[in-house]
């Protein structure tokens, strides 16, 4: 039997070139190895406010982005996570054995918490439903950005714990598969801060569905330094390193030859040619969203991927739930 692959990403935006490098570029290549699973996670979404019109969009949006990146649903299973309602039902459990103080310790719920201005109950308990996505299908990898290290380290946990008190076979440990270069895509406004689709100053990211026009223009705006030097050097020039990282990944090359390439040089052509690799490389991935988008077989495609995914969930589900004893 083939090793299994979970992982997910919110409609809560269009997902950047950050999301695309760190976690869904290595979707497709899982796909031939592995049983992959992938969804849109749009119960994670709400853990923040959305409009529902713009919700409903973003996921079908999403959907369509999955498949122009690659995606091929005769390898991989792709589903809306709400169709599907073993997740939240699993979550539920999993909040059951998880300790608030493990919850209250994230650093994504400090982040997120610290940006709204109320926060709900489900902005807490958001890493055990994560944790519900990634049992649920006995995931053995989950490719992730660096930034769900963490939630992945309380799944970990969570899995250990479950087995101890109950059975050592019941769940599945899984491992987190981050990029070592490109796991943490930073903001092109602020080097400290990771790149995120759902923040509010829209320079800060490349969404995929970006013009070439924008994407040329937020590139060459990027913050740099008043080094002037093309270096890859993470502590003192960190915008700088952000956007090697974004070249590489991209372009396929090495960050030293990149360097090489640009050495003597300002940082005029280094950003005019990484805008030109990046507009060339999201040209054809948007071009086949736009004829997904509309396409009724997007539906059907999102309709037999939530049988296909209810199926395995479900399993799972009733094995947990006669194990803990909800049943009679
Ligand atoms: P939000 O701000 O709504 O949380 P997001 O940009 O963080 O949006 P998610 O849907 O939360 O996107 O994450 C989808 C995947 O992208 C996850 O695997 C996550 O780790 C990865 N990811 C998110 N941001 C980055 C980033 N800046 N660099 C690399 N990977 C990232
Ligand atoms: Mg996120």
Redesign the pocket.
Known sequence: MKEKVF????P??I??I??Y????KGFIDLQDSYDAIYSI?NQH?ITVPQDPKILKQMTRQLAALYLAIGIDTKKAILFVQSDVPAHAQMAWIIQCMTGLGELERMTQFKDKARKQEAVNAGLLAYPTLMVGDIVLYDANFV??????KQHLELTRNFVDRFNSRYNDDLLVKPEPLIPEE?????SLQDPTS??????TNTKSFVSMLDTPKQITKKIKSAVTDSIGEVNYDKENQPAVANLLQIYASFSGKSIDSIVSDYSGQGYGNFKGDLADLVVSTLEPIQERYESLLTSSDLDDILQDGAKRASAIAESTLSRVEKTIGLTY
């Open positions: 992982s997910g990403v919110q809560s935006g997902p950047t950050g999301n490098i760190g976690a869904m996670v979404a490719p992730v950005g660096d930034d769900q490109g796991g943490r895509i930073m990771k790149m995120s689709k759902s923040d």
